[in-house]
Every structure is written in C-alpha cells, then in structure tokens.
C-alpha cells in the first residue's frame, strides 16, 4: 500500500516536473527577444488607446506589481511620456535592434517620425519583467533602410 | 518497520529519486533560461579603448585623430577643417557645452551594443547615458556605428535631462 503511493505520488512529481519544463523550455527558447518585443507590441501596437484598457490584464500578468504599476495605462505619468507622443491613431511597432535584454524600435504612427528610436530595456525574473526602462534616442534617427547602421 | 522496508523497494527508490532530480531540475532550467535571456557579455575592447582615448583628448584634432584611429573613416567624409563625419556625430554626443566626460563606466554591454555613462572629472554621473551600436571589422576597426544618448521617457526619472530634449 505505501509503495504504491509512493510510486504514485513520484509519478506525479515526475509528470508535472515534464511538463512544466517543457513549458519552461518553450517560453524561453524562442528568440531571446520575443519576450520583450512581445511586451512592446502589447503596450504600443494598437489601432486606437482604447485597445491598451483592453490589454491591461495581459500586461499585469507578465509584471511584478512594481512593474506594473510603471506600465499601467493608469499611471498618468507614464501614459502621458508614452501614449503621449503617439496620441489616439492606429500604430505599429517597427523592432530595429534586439538583444537580450533590449529592444530598440520606432513607431510608425500619423504624428510620429517613423526614424525616431526608442528603447526598452527589461530584466525578466520568475517569468516576470521585474525591471523596465525606457528611453529615447536623442541626437540619432535610423538609417535609410530603417535600421541603425 | 517492516511496512517501511518494504516500501522502500530499489524501483520504489529510483522513482523517488527521479522525481527529486526533476524537480531539482526544473528550477535549474527555469534559472538559467532567465539568466540567458538578460545575459550581458564583455563590453568590446576596441569601443572601450576608443572611448577612454576619445575622453583623455584635449582638443577637436586630437579627438579627431583618435576616431580615425579606431573607425573606418572615409577620406570623402573629411570636410576642409580636417574633421570627419563621424568626429562630428561623436562630438554632438559627448561634448555638449555645458559639460566634458573626461571617462566613463559601463552601464550594460551586449554584442554589438555598449552602453555607458559620462563621468567628470571628479567621477560623477554625467546624464543622459551614452548608447553605442557598433560593428567591428575582423582587423579591429569600427565599420559601422550609431550612438546617442539615452534620454529617459518619464521626466520623474533621474537621469532625465532637458538639454538631451
């Protein structure tokens, strides 16, 4: 009788460690910047502002609280440095360097040069982005192909 | 005791340890998969030696001298003063008028990235940081390049400087 349970709790154990490290394996394995491209698309990729609202469990769900609380649309700080320069029209993020890490972009929107860059730079701990910091590139735009070369 | 014993059978036994070891496992794949996500790598020794040069410079033409040192500077882009194109956009970044770097630490580095922050000459921060994309030819030379300054979104932070506007 105690072997079988503990055959069976081990198997259990031993199930739920697989598939939880495949999981594991799969969400870091893809491109080491998919993580953090993914997050920028989330917070400025959109047709229009009332899609962020729309977004904001997804985001809270891959923040620490502190983080999220930098990226949420209700610190107004923040919406006004961000959504701000791009305003209420539809915009696409263009991703023109990545590292891990890093992102650098420019957004391709009716108000904003599309050679402006930006970056976002994250640390991500416990499957969480537990650090962001974002920034403008002044004093440089993009090249003639887009890029930063 | 006996009950024990019987339980802990060899097969009984490697199960169990199977099941230790995956889950050992499974925090150790999970740690370094976010270590690889933000891993930094040394910052490159060509960028860093052409930035302490370029700093310790005291004068536009020894600056000059220095960038055609370490990149690779088309005689075109030199204009009648002696000064290239790429003197110039390093100018506008580390020598506003208000302040001279005379060094600087690492902030970040990643390939083909570097990321700095000015000092003074006492050794204080000098914001905005410094964002330097470069490529590098197989005989050391900076081919390619892009640097600015990193200017923060929220004015609340820091290092948010209004003359990098």
């Known amino acids: 009788m105690i072997k079988t349970v503990v055959r069976t709790v081990s198997c259990v154990i031993i199930v739920v460690c697989a598939i939880l490290g495949a999981y594991t394996v799969a969400f870091y394995s893809t491109d080491n910047d998919d993580l953090g491209i993914r997050m920028v698309c989330l917070l400025y990729e959109y047709d229009s502002t009332d899609e962020i609202a729309g977004r904001d469990e997804t985001i809270a769900s891959l923040c620490t609280p502190e983080v999220y609380n930098q990226l949420s649309p209700d610190n107004s700080e923040h919406f006004e440095a961000t959504y701000g320069r791009i305003g209420n029209y539809e915009t696409q993020v263009k991703i023109v360097f990545t590292r891990p890490g890093l992102i650098v972009y420019a957004l391709d929107s009716a108000v904003t040069y599309p050679t402006d860059l930006w970056v976002f730079e994250y640390r991500i701990k416990d499957g969480l982005f537990s650090s962001v910091q974002e920034y403008k590139l002044v004093g440089t735009r993009t090249d003639s192909g887009g890029g930063l070369f | ?165």
């Open chain 2, 1 to 165: 005791m006996d009950k024990v014993k019987k339980a802990l059978d060899p097969i009984t036994c490697i199960v169990v340890l199977a099941a230790v070891l995956l889950y050992v496992l499974l925090f150790y794949t999970r740690s370094l998969q976010e270590a690889r996500v933000t891993r930094a790598t040394e910052p490159n020794p060509v960028v860093t030696a052409f930035l302490t040069d370029y700093l310790a410079s005291d004068t536009d033409y020894q600056r000059e001298a220095v960038v055609e040192q370490y990149f690779l500077v088309s005689s075109d882009s030199i204009d009648r003063d002696g000064f290239s194109e790429t003197f110039y956009k390093v100018n506008a970044v580390f020598q506003p008028a208000t302040e001279k770097p005379e060094s600087f630490r690492v902030c970040a580095s990643q390939r083909n990235y570097l990321e700095i922050m000015p000092l003074d000459s006492k050794g204080a921060d000098l914001p905005c940081r410094v964002a330097i994309f470069y490529r590098i030819t197989d005989n050391g030379k900076i081919s390619s390049y892009n640097i600015a300054r990193l200017q923060p979104v929220s004015k609340r932070d820091p290092e948010w400087r209004r003359n990098w506007l």
